[in-house]
Every structure is written in structure tokens, then in C-alpha cells.
């Protein structure tokens, strides 16, 4: 493998389409012999041809670079010989391949004979976790220096630098998977079947012993793991800090750097207290407290004293890993003893080993199939935790892990070879000796209302990040049903006469009558499922012009849904039971063959039980959306803008959960502690304590940030801002640009634009673009520049001058500390649109209520979200920065004040442009 010449290319075009008249304006090809980078040739070409703007912000080559040039016809042959007969390598390697053989064709070169090997695909495999497989991003996460990122010169460096360091961590795979990945890569295209061939080829020689951190079993290998037990012996003598000095002391004694806080103290003894006394406590904690160890510190000692797990709840997968990573740590520094803590999600996050090894021996050439095998071949290797959210699945593997993800067991959980093995009972096991149990709402939620329990018994809870603990109920129990999803289901299942489960099942089970029920019902099935998306899309079409969402019935309790829709949802929910009644009916049949059963037919039995498990939720779903009336429920239609067919989804919102939440949840935990940074409205828990459904005794703590706001921040309002209400969004966007980019000047970028709307911020970027006077500042845009919330902050963080613009995930739960951020702009005040369904729907129930919806729901929603918006700007002590507040009706209205009150106390300045850039200029000296 190292002995192979590889020739690793980036390109630079006027565009991306070769087969019309795009052409290459940068070459440049890195050589590599020996495993080592020997050489590395780069040229501009001239295209004969304008350079399109966009492609000169890409990648900084003008028309001036390439104007004395040479033609690529003046090259080709240098390059031809350079590269021929060589392994071609390339980032994504269609792209420069079909790019490069075009303009060798037309310069009457001979065609190159070359293997080609893909990057992409190979650092896909080698690295199944990665977030972003892009270029600049792998670059990122591996540490190597990538300066001019969309020049060809630097691009073909590090995509040279990057397969060595790919081809490093192939030859430290073990034999097994090695082998596992030489079949399936016979199905990719390329020089990657060649190469894993050569690597088995040479460890088929060493036979070298396994690791001893591996197991190898029945041709797989996974990594050894115990579950540890909480030790209880060692706290026995522990008792909570009560004091502040013991806490100091505490912190002192571990060597642990962090400042003591006063307002962190106060939270550990109400958080202790809340368990004490069995209590539900709702804590405001402020920017700064160190919420996180206010309560793990009393949840640990807690747990231990009574030797039982604590349940920490946070809203999302992304926070559950950074507390268990980040946190977790420290809180175990910290105390000074041990900790057992343990991320726990839902089963179907976890794969079932018994059907994945079932599915490596199916032969599907489907890419994303091969792909995702060979993905999780290599991830098995690694992971202790057997959670597919580690994965960086495609849009294909993800419907692939359907087939492997784990539903517990229809037959005997002893037919399973794996059971010894089973990642979902090691998470199980490990949870019930923790210490700390790290779960998200969604979980909890789900486990709470399921009869299905995932958690131990549990009577103690924290509940972070309690401002969307209302929105995870509801989500919870509200649904979609979709066309697509549907039709996804249908093809999977098939028919007698084609390729799918029911064809499976008519081979093993060739006499079953329900059968033909079965497959006579799909056919039927087909017509029915048509007639009533086709209903809903007409419904849409005949709405209000471009509109993508339309409100079927506002609450079902008081509204029925039209008749025709009605009959055609209840004909396809018809059709559907009888599905599920021939998979039932096979089901059993199965099981009372279950001893003579092969392992084949067994993992196959248990595949067609997890898919009548999906059917059913299916099923149900529709079920509720027809018949239920007792829970207030909005049902309404969304598709895409283009409104086409399978983009058609029927979706029902529970409006409200404070009832469901108090009954069934609440009341059946002994304590429970509720906190975030943003509960209060106007200094006061009303608002969400009524959300949340918890009773009037509940304790109400609020601890206010740490920081020197009055010192350190300033929030500017401008006085000649046209209104944003009833202005024209051209006018406004207009005014808005040129203003952002005088503040950009002042503040040499560092500027974090919050919008509430895609179409502003979309026309609010393209003006700044074309704004010459700010062309040294590099712009982002959420929903323009490539990358997710994450990878765009990361981004901003690493630029000198930049400008962030973004919409409602910019908001909240991005931490941007120190000289990064020193300006953020709050466009408009953050109401929820008057059009979005659901916000029509509370409306409508306040109304009901008697209740004004707009001091009842719009507002307070308005203000915690403005508070999570103002919350980005000062992350630690020694953070200092401005916030623009374009909207005037923060200060010419009534309401207006209650955004400003729920926020610290901090220098409010009105004035003209001219007189605000001065106080920033002042401000920032």
C-alpha cells in the first residue's frame, strides 16, 4: 500500500458543470511515494472566460490571476505525464475526475489509465463519527493546517495530508473487520476494494493477536466493556458541604480552579433541599452560576447517601454528550471520589448486533447499504455505547438502520447469540448501578408514559434547560403522517409478486391464507393512500397562494375533520389493520415454530416484528388523528414549497400538556428540581409555572447572573430605525445593511445578527454583500454558507472579521466567550409568526379560555426567547460587548418594557446612528 504512487488532485472551475461550458482555472496535484508527500505541482489557468463572481468570493482567484495564465491545452501534457498510471486521488473525486478527462479530451491527450480512490468515501468509512466530511472541517477535527480553503494548492495538500492519515488507521484495524470490508468494498466502485484487499492480503501474513481491548466474536469484533458499579462504600462517611466555606474548601481541597460563586452555593442547598424535603422547585439560574455543577454536585451526594441513581434531564442528544464528556469529569475531580455516570437513551438508538451480523451476510449492492455496513464494521471497533447518534449516517443509511436497530426481542431473548453482548442491556445494566443517569426530555417523557419502561424506578429528578420541557410533551405526544414515510413502509413490506418482507414470509410460511389478505390489502392500500394525499394536496392548492402549511381543524374537541378527508383517512386506516392483522397472525405462527427455527429465520422473524411495530405506530397515530377528542389537538398540512406529492404530511399538534404533566408526571415524583437561564418574565415564574402545570406550592428560586452587566455591556436602541412593523422588507433590509455594516466597521466584525425571519435575513446578507466598504469581512449565513449551527459558529470563531447572521437556532445553545463576540444585534423582537399553525391554535384556546393570548402566550414566549438571544452575548466574568435592539417597539410600547425588565440591569442608550457608532467606538476603547 505504501510502495503505491498516488497522485492527490483539487481543481478549481468557473462552476460545476462539465458538461457544458465550465472550465478549470486552478490545477494542482500533490505526489505521493513511499507513504510520504514527494512533490507537489500547481498552476492557474486561463478559462477564456469571465470568472463568475460567486466563484471569485469562493475562492479569491480573479480574472487578474489568471489572465497571463497558460491555456490548460498549454499544460496538458506536463500534466498527463505527471499523473498517468498513478492511483488519482481527489476530494469527492467525480467532481475533478469528469472535469479533468473533459478538458484532456479536448486538448487531444490520450485518455489516463488510473484507478481512482475518493476521500470522501474513504474518510466516511475510516472515520464513521465525524461530523462533516468537507474538506475544511476534516481538516478541523484532525489538526492539519488548511490556510486557503477553495485554493487547489492548499486543498490538494490537505487532502494528501488527510489519506495518509487514512490509510494510518486502516492498518490499525483488526483482521476480522478488515476482511468484513474487503467483501463489501467489491461492490463500490474504484481502487478501494484493491486496497482493503492488500491490507488482509498482509495481515493474512502477520497474523498478529488481537488487541487485547477488542473481543472477537462469531466473526465481528466490538470492544470489551464491564458495567461499574456505583461505590457506595466510600461515601458512606460523605456528608453535603452545607456551608459555603466547606463548599470552598471542597473545591480548594480537589485542586479544583474553578472561582467559588455564591449564587452556585445557593443553588447546590435549594437543589439538596428540593430532595430533602420532596419538594418541586423551579430555579432561575443566571449566565454564570455554573448551573450544571449547582445541581450535579447535591445530585451525587444524594444518590450516594441513598444509594439509588438521580435522572438529569436536558433537551437535547448534543447537551447529554457535552455533560457527560465535559462534566461529568469535572463534577468527578471535584468531589474527589468516585462517579458512575451513564447516558441513556431510547432502544431503537442502540443496534441490534444479531440483525446487523444478519444483514452483512445479505448481498445488497445499494451504495448507501455497502456504505453504512462498512461504516458500522469500523465503528464497532470503537464504541462502548452501541448508540447510532455516534454515527454520521446518509440520508440512505439512515432508512438502512431501520432493518438493525433494536426493538427488544419477539422470541426468546436466548435465540439471541448476542444476548451476552447486547449494548442496549450493558446501557440498562449500567444505568441501574449509576450514580447519575444523563437522559434527554424526550426519553423521559417517553419512558414515564410508555408501558415499556427503559429507566429504573427513579422518585428524583433534574429537568435542565425546563423551558422546553413543555415543548418536549407535546412532542411527544403529537405526530406526523406522512406520504413518504408511508410508501417507504409499503415498499418495504411489498407484495407476493415482489421482492420485500410478505414475499419472505410466503416462502416460509407458503400455506398462511392471511397472507393473501395481506398482499391483496397493500394493492388496495396503494389506490387509498394516493386518493386521500391527493385530497390533501388539493386542499393546499386551493389555499393561500404559495402557502406550504394549511390548518385542517384548530382543536379536534370542538372542530370535525371534512367529511370527504374523513372517509378517505378511515379507508386507508382500514386497509392498514388488515396488514397488521396478517403480520400478527404470521407472528404467532412463527413463534410456535420458534424451536425448529434457523438463526436466519430467527433475525428474520424479529425483523418483521420490528417493522409491524413501526406499522402499528403508524396505524395509531392515524387512529388518534381521526378519532381521539379528548386532548386538545391542532391537524393541519405541510409539504415544501413546491407542494409535490411526497412531500405531502398530515400533522397533529397537542396544544397542551399542564394537565397531563401535573397528573401523570409531577405528582408521581417525590422531588424534582426544574432549571434553566430563562424561566422568569418580568421577575416572575407565572408564566411557566402554569406551562408546566405545577402547583401553587412549588419553590421559586431565582439567582441572578454573577456578572457586571452595568460595566461590561450596553444595549443600544436607534432612534432613526424605520419601524419594522409596516415597513416594506426591500426598505427595511436596505437601511438595516448599510447599518450593520457601519457597526461592523467599529467592532471589526466579531457581530452575531439574530433574525426571526429566513427571508430577511436572506435579503439583509445579499445587500451586505454587495456593500464594497465591508468586502475584508467575511459574511456567514445560515440557510447560504454550508454547515450546521455548530459548524457555522466554529467557523465565525476562527475568522478575524466576520459577521454571523442567523435564524431561531442561532437563539439559544451556542457559547461564542471572550473577544470572539463583542456585538450581537437583535433584528427584531422575537414573536412566534401570527401564520404559523400552531401559534394560531394557542391563540385560539387563550381566546376559548377568556384569556388575553397576547399577554398570555405571545408575550411571555416573545421574552424568554429574547432573554436566550441576549443570553449569547457575555458567557464568562470577562466578557464585554454591545447588543443593538433594531425593533423600536422594545421601547415604545407598553409591552416593550417587559423584554427589557426580564433582562439585567444594563445602560439602555437611544440615539441616531451617528451617535451610537460613537458610543460603541467609546465603549470598545
Not at 500547481?42 to 487578474?64: A, C, H, W, Y
Not at 486521488?89 to 469528469?98: K, R
Not at 455554573?290 to 444518590?303: C, I, W
Request: hydrophobic letters at 45%; proline letters at 3%; aromatic letters at 10%.
Amino acid at each position: 500500500m505504501k510502495n503505491k504512487r498516488y497522485i492527490v488532485v483539487d481543481l478549481e472551475t468557473t462552476g460545476n458543470q462539465a458538461a457544458k461550458s465550465d472550465k478549470i482555472i486552478q490545477f494542482s496535484a500533490c505526489i505521493i511515494e513511499n507513504g510520504q508527500i514527494v512533490d507537489q505541482f500547481s498552476t492557474f489557468l486561463n478559462p477564456e472566460k469571465r470568472i463568475p463572481p460567486f466563484i471569485k468570493e469562493l475562492t479569491g482567484i480573479s480574472d487578474k490571476d489568471v489572465k497571463d495564465a497558460p491555456l490548460f491545452e498549454d499544460v496538458s501534457s506536463i500534466i498527463h505525464s505527471l499523473i498517468d498510471g498513478s492511483i488519482f486521488v481527489a476530494h469527492n473525486v467525480s467532481f475533478d475526475w469528469t472535469f479533468l478527462q473533459k478538458e484532456m479530451r479536448e486538448a487531444g491527450e490520450p485518455p489516463l489509465q488510473m484507478k481512482l480512490l475518493d476521500t470522501v468515501e474513504l474518510a466516511r468509512i475510516m472515520y464513521p463519527t465525524v461530523d462533516s466530511y468537507k474538506l475544511q472541517d476534516l481538516a478541523d477535527e484532525f489538526g492539519f493546517g488548511h490556510d486557503a480553503p477553495h485554493r487547489a494548492d492548499s486543498d490538494a495538500r490537505v487532502t494528501a495530508e488527510l489519506l495518509l492519515f487514512f490509510l494510518e488507521k486502516m492498518e490499525t484495524l483488526p483482521l476480522a473487520a478488515i476482511r468484513k470490508l474487503t467483501t463489501l468494498s467489491q461492490h463500490l466502485t474504484g481502487y478501494l476494494a484493491e486496497l482493503f484487499f492488500e491490507v488482509e492480503m498482509r495481515k493474512e501474513q502477520e497474523l498478529a493477536p488481537l488487541d487485547e481491548k477488542w473481543l472477537e466474536y462469531r466473526g465481528l469484533v466490538v470492544c470489551k466493556k464491564d458495567v461499574q458499579h456505583a461505590i457506595y462504600s466510600r461515601a458512606d462517611d460523605l456528608v453535603f458541604p452545607a456551608t459555603n466555606e466547606e463548599k470552598a474548601a471542597l473545591f480548594a481541597k480537589n485542586h479544583s480552579k474553578l472561582m467559588p460563586r455564591t449564587g452556585q452555593f445557593l443553588m447546590m442547598d435549594k437543589v439538596m433541599e428540593a430532595w430533602q424535603e420532596e419538594q418541586k422547585t423551579l430555579i432561575e439560574a443566571g449566565t454564570g452560576i455554573g448551573k450544571t455543577l449547582g445541581y450535579f454536585l447535591p445530585a451525587l451526594y444524594f444518590a450516594k447517601e441513598r444509594q439509588m441513581p438521580i435522572v438529569v434531564s436536558t433537551y437535547t442528544n448534543l447537551l447529554q454528550s457535552q455533560m457527560f464528556l465535559k462534566d461529568i469529569p469535572l463534577l468527578e475531580k471535584i468531589a474527589g471520589f468516585d462517579v458512575q455516570a451513564v447516558v441513556l437513551k431510547g432502544r431503537d438508538h442502540y443496534i441490534n448486533l444479531f440483525k446487523f451480523e444478519q444483514l452483512l451476510h445479505e448481498v445488497d449492492k445499494t451504495y448507501d447499504v455497502v456504505l453504512t455496513k462498512m461504516q458500522l464494521l469500523v465503528w464497532l471497533t470503537e464504541t462502548m455505547t452501541g448508540d447510532i447518534d455516534e454515527v454520521n449516517l446518509s440520508s440512505g443509511g439512515q432508512l438502512f438502520w431501520n432493518r438493525m436497530k433494536h426493538t427488544g426481542w419477539f422470541l426468546s431473548p436466548q435465540k439471541d447469540p448476542w444476548l451476552k453482548h447486547d449494548f442496549y442491556l450493558f446501557n440498562q445494566k449500567q444505568a441501574e448501578v449509576a450514580d447519575l443517569i444523563i437522559v434527554n426530555h424526550a426519553l423521559l417523557l417517553q419512558d414515564h408514559f410508555s408501558s415499556r419502561h427503559i429507566l429504573p424506578s427513579y422518585d428524583y429528578v433534574v429537568i435542565d434547560e425546563a423551558h422546553h420541557f413543555t415543548d418536549a410533551a407535546r412532542t411527544q405526544q403529537s405526530f406526523i403522517f406522512s406520504y413518504r414515510r408511508m410508501k417507504f413502509f409499503m415498499n418495504r413490506f411489498g407484495t407476493l409478486d415482489k421482492d420485500g418482507l410478505l414475499n419472505q414470509l410466503a416462502q416460509r410460511f407458503p400455506e398462511h391464507y392471511h397472507l393473501f389478505d395481506a398482499d391483496l390489502a397493500i394493492v388496495k392500500l396503494e389506490v387509498a393512500l394516493e386518493e386521500l394525499f391527493m385530497q390533501l394536496a388539493q386542499k393546499l392548492t386551493q389555499s393561500a397562494k404559495n402557502s406550504t402549511e394549511l390548518i385542517l381543524v384548530e382543536n379536534v374537541i370542538d372542530e370535525k375533520l371534512d367529511k370527504a378527508l374523513f372517509y378517505a383517512g378511515e379507508k386507508v386506516l382500514l386497509l392498514m389493520r388488515e396488514v397488521s392483522a396478517a403480520i400478527d397472525s404470521v407472528l404467532v405462527r412463527g413463534k410456535q415454530e420458534a424451536e425448529a427455527a434457523s438463526e436466519s429465520d430467527v433475525a428474520f422473524l424479529e425483523e418483521v416484528y420490528a417493522f409491524g411495530m413501526d406499522w402499528k405506530h403508524a396505524e395509531k397515530q392515524l387512529t388518534m388523528m381521526l378519532y381521539d377528542k379528548e386532548e386538545a389537538m391542532l391537524l393541519y398540512i405541510e409539504s415544501d414549497r413546491n407542494r409535490a406529492l411526497g412531500s405531502i404530511r398530515l400533522r397533529a399538534n397537542i396544544i397542551q400538556v399542564n394537565h397531563t404533566l401535573q397528573k401523570s408526571f409531577f405528582q408521581a415524583k417525590k422531588g424534582v428540581v426544574l432549571t434553566s437561564a430563562t424561566l422568569t418574565v418580568d421577575d416572575s415564574f407565572d408564566y411557566i409555572q402554569k406551562e408546566l402545570g405545577l402547583d401553587n406550592d412549588v419553590v421559586k428560586v431565582q439567582i441572578k447572573s454573577p456578572f457586571d452587566y452595568e460595566a461590561n455591556a450596553r444595549v443600544l436602541i436607534p432612534s432613526d430605525m424605520q419601524p419594522v412593523k409596516g415597513t416594506p422588507v426591500e426598505d427595511y433590509t436596505g437601511q438595516l445593511a448599510s447599518y450593520l455594516s457601519a457597526i461592523a466597521k467599529e467592532t471589526s466584525g466579531r457581530m452575531l445578527v439574530l433574525f426571526t425571519a429566513n427571508d430577511m435575513l436572506l435579503k439583509t446578507y445579499r445587500k451586505m454583500s454587495q456593500d464594497n466598504s465591508i468586502e475584508e469581512f467575511r459574511i456567514l449565513a445560515q440557510g447560504v454558507s454550508s454547515g450546521s449551527t455548530a459548524r457555522l459558529t466554529k467557523q465565525f470563531m476562527a475568522l478575524d472579521k466576520a459577521i454571523l447572521l442567523g435564524t431561531m437556532s442561532f437563539w439559544e445553545g451556542i457559547d461564542i466567550p471572550g473577544d470572539d463576540l463583542s456585538c450581537l444585534v437583535i433584528v427584531r423582537l422575537p414573536f412566534a409568526p401570527l401564520e404559523d399553525p400552531y401559534t394560531k391554535a394557542q391563540i385560539a384556546l387563550r381566546k376559548k379560555m377568556g384569556q388575553n393570548a397576547f399577554q398570555h402566550y405571545s408575550l411571555p414566549e416573545a421574552v424568554l426567547r429574547f432573554k436566550q438571544g441576549f443570553g449569547r452575548l457575555i458567557r464568562r466574568e470577562a466578557d464585554r460587548g454591545i447588543v443593538f435592539v433594531f425593533d423600536n417597539r422594545v421601547d415604545t410600547t407598553n409591552f416593550g418594557k417587559a423584554f427589557l425588565h426580564s433582562i439585567p440591569t444594563v445602560p439602555i442608550i437611544k440615539a441616531t446612528e451617528t451617535e451610537l457608532l460613537e458610543e460603541v467606538k467609546k465603549f470598545f476603547e
